[in-house]
């Protein structure tokens, strides 16, 4: 003997999916971010020193040429993915 209960369906409500899936990923966010903060937590008092250090290489004119030429090597990339044609060289 088995017992079957009769629930009625009740129809989702417009933009319920999209809200559940932003709480899954603000909740999933959430819980990363405290793990980050407890893991680094001993290590919070030096990051004043270490974000002096960035500060200090990022303002290289070697690294500041790095990254043009990485944002540009990638732009010339993007450009010539999309201006293929069906017709290989090869």
Request: glycine letters at 10%.
């Amino acid at each position: 003997m088995s017992i079957r209960l009769n629930i009625a369906r009740v129809p989702p409500i417009p933009g319920m999916k999209r809200f559940l899936v932003l709480l899954a990923i603000a909740t999933l966010g959430f819980i990363v971010g405290s793990g980050i903060y407890v893991l680094l937590e001993p290590f919070l008092p030096s990051l004043p020193n270490f974000i002096e250090r960035l500060l200090e290489v990022a303002s290289q004119g070697w690294f500041i040429a790095g990254l043009i030429g990485a944002s540009l090597a990638v732009i010339i990339i993007l450009i010539w993915a999309s201006s293929g044609s069906g017709d290989y060289w090869w």
